[in-house]
């Protein structure tokens, strides 16, 4: 089997436990490139959040994506041209922001040019977030008013039984207007309806002819469940959630063992 893309989930994969990327992945990376493998970083992250690990990678220099917000967003890593972009309706933000803030250990958490604003910056999940994307987060009293323009996501974090029932709400109301899902226990995202990575990574391989069976996904985490299933080649890292192993076809080394490397050198390197 010739694989033509392979899709990266960043945080407990293709970064360490440093938020890093090490030598032999990035080695790994820049040899697949050279082959011709498409290069994705699929990440739930904002764009700026992604652009720290492009670097790292050498991602302009190799040429690959950046799918942002869990595919609401793609980026070309070469050119910077946004491939593709969806936002939510502001119609919904205050609904969002209302049931996103019900609870006092919950907050919420969205983007905006100068990084992460949230009602509650002393949250840890929400100094998490910013900290993981690695911009400033600013404390503000209407989140509605502090975004400057239409978003592709919004986060709320906390506790996990309590962002169940923030869940079921917005999905009475919204279920088939949004996609609400746990990227983490203590991560709910929100974001256009139809966005989740294999259907973003869809419409990319379509650009380039590429079929499901030419595609490696490698991931850790509940948001990589969909590209796992579609990808040809759907790998867990051994850290990986239950959820995700059950469902791989391959499970490779830790984030911290270089899993990233094993897979390509493995499956891609050797295989050619």
């Given amino acids: ?3 033509k893309m392979i899709a990266l989930d960043l945080d407990g994969t293709l970064t360490n436990s440093q938020k890093t990327v090490s030598e032999r992945n990035k080695e790994a990376l820049k040899k697949a490139a050279e082959m011709g493998v498409h290069i994705v970083l699929a990440s739930g992250r904002p764009l700026v959040g992604i652009r720290p690990v492009a670097d790292m990678v050498g991602l302009k220099e190799i040429g690959g994506y950046m799918l942002a917000y869990n595919g609401a967003h793609i980026v070309d890593g070469v050119t910077g041209e946004t491939i593709m972009e969806t936002m939510i309706p502001e119609g919904y933000y205050r609904d969002i922001v209302k049931y996103g803030s ?5 907050t919420i958490v969205s983007y905006n040019h100068e990084g992460a604003v949230t009602l509650d910056d002393t949250n840890a999940y929400a100094l998490l977030e910013a900290k993981i994307n690695k911009v400033p987060l600013r404390k503000v009293d209407d989140l509605c008013e502090a975004l400057d323009g239409p978003v592709c996501k919004f986060l709320c974090v ?7 029932e923030i869940e079921r709400l917005l999905k009475e109301k919204y279920g088939d207007k ?7 226990t203590y991560f709910l995202e929100i974001v256009p309806p139809g966005i989740e990575k294999a259907a973003s990574l ?5 650009k380039f002819g590429i079929d499901r069976t030419e595609l490696i996904a490698c991931g850790d ?3 990589d469940i969909t590209m796992i299933d579609y990808a040809g080649l759907g790998v867990a890292m051994e850290n990986a959630q239950d959820a995700l192993r059950s469902r791989a076809d391959y499970i490779t080394d830790t984030n911290d063992n270089d899993g990233v490397a094993e897979v390509i050198e493995k499956f891609i390197l050797e295989k050619q």
């Fill in 158 to 164: 906390g506790e996990h039984s309590h962002l169940r």
């Fill in 178 to 184: 949004l996609s609400i899902f746990f990227s983490e």
């Fill in 102 to 106: 019900m609870y006092e250990d919950v």
């Fill in 221 to 223: 985490g509940m948001n």
């Fill in 202 to 206: 869809r419409k990319l391989m379509e």
């Fill in 1 to 3: 089997m010739k694989y």
